[in-house]
């Protein structure tokens, strides 16, 4: 069974559009995160939500909007599409606990804008 | 803003080589973590340091965290080409779930 589970693995759109990207984990965590990963493979974080309210906002654009709909879900939604938004996206989930929990993280979405 | 840097950026040897990964930061973490990320995927954690000075050791692959909790080493010994991947520390800002992860290094090891 997959622990992380995203899609679409890849994404391909034209400059301008709408697109989302979904996110399920069925590891019964509690907190939800989205990384952005750019080409030199520099992995930062965009968001995070613990059981379904956001927490962390590391201003990202507000083009970009996550949806938390449960806490085993976590999508982000992206506006009006860039060239600089071509990267990979990871999900991730964490359990809830002390200091150094582990992230498991998800295949990752390779988005291309063209 | 808190800023993870590895070095080597790139690595390349022989099998059977031994090889150390540094991890600097002038912040202060309650805890470092080390992944590995394999092409197409995410990454994998391998383990995580919580207390200053602190050495674990995972087969061949030798971690440890700095007394002052703000770096880190990882040391492989006799590396093997099923190393080869993107190596990735990661840390956690204190009183938060928020990893800054460092800017990775890659690593081939070639048979």
């Given at each position: 069974?997959?622990?992380?589970?995203?899609?679409?693995?890849?994404?391909?759109?034209q400059?301008?559009?709408?697109?989302?990207?979904k996110?399920?984990?069925n590891l019964?965590?509690?907190?939800?995160?989205?990384?952005?990963?750019?080409?030199?493979?520099?992995?930062?974080?965009?968001?995070?939500?613990n059981?379904?309210?956001?927490?962390?906002?590391?201003?990202v654009?507000?083009?970009?909007?996550?949806?938390?709909?449960d806490?085993?879900h976590?999508?982000l939604h992206?506006n009006?599409?860039?060239?600089?938004?071509?990267?990979v996206?990871?999900?991730a989930?964490?359990?809830p606990g002390?200091?150094?929990?582990?992230?498991?993280?998800?295949?990752?979405?390779?988005?291309?804008?063209? | 803003?808190?800023?993870?840097?590895?070095?080597?950026?790139?690595l390349s040897?022989q099998?059977?080589?031994?090889?150390?990964?540094?991890?600097n930061?002038?912040?202060?973490?309650s805890?470092?973590?080390?992944?590995?990320?394999?092409?197409?995927?995410?990454p994998v954690?391998?383990?995580t340091v919580?207390?200053?000075?602190?050495?674990?050791?995972?087969?061949?692959?030798?971690?440890?965290?700095?007394d002052?909790?703000?770096?880190?080493?990882?040391?492989?010994?006799?590396?093997?080409?099923?190393?080869t991947?993107?190596?990735?520390?990661?840390?956690?800002v204190?009183?938060?779930?928020k990893?800054i992860?460092g800017?990775?290094t890659?690593?081939?090891v070639?048979?």
């Amino acid at each position: 069974d997959t622990a992380v589970s995203q899609t679409p693995k890849y994404l391909v759109t034209q400059m301008g559009n709408d697109k989302s990207i979904k996110c399920e984990q069925n590891l019964g965590h509690d907190t939800m995160y989205w990384y952005k990963q750019d080409s030199k493979k520099f992995l930062k974080i965009m968001f995070s939500y613990n059981n379904k309210e956001l927490i962390i906002n590391e201003t990202v654009p507000n083009r970009f909007s996550p949806k938390s709909p449960d806490k085993a879900h976590l999508n982000l939604h992206i506006n009006s599409l860039e060239l600089g938004d071509s990267a990979v996206y990871f999900c991730a989930s964490s359990p809830p606990g002390l200091a150094g929990e582990e992230q498991f993280f998800g295949p990752g979405t390779r988005l291309t804008v063209l | 803003t808190q800023l993870l840097e590895q070095s080597p950026q790139f690595l390349s040897i022989q099998e059977g080589e031994n090889l150390t990964v540094y991890c600097n930061s002038s912040s202060v973490f309650s805890s470092l973590q080390w992944y590995r990320q394999e092409p197409g995927e995410g990454p994998v954690l391998l383990v995580t340091v919580v207390t200053g000075g602190e050495v674990k050791k995972l087969k061949r692959l030798t971690f440890q965290f700095g007394d002052a909790r703000k770096d880190s080493s990882l040391h492989i010994t006799a590396a093997q080409p099923g190393d080869t991947g993107l190596y990735l520390c990661a840390g956690e800002v204190r009183g938060t779930d928020k990893l800054i992860f460092g800017t990775g290094t890659r690593l081939q090891v070639f048979p």
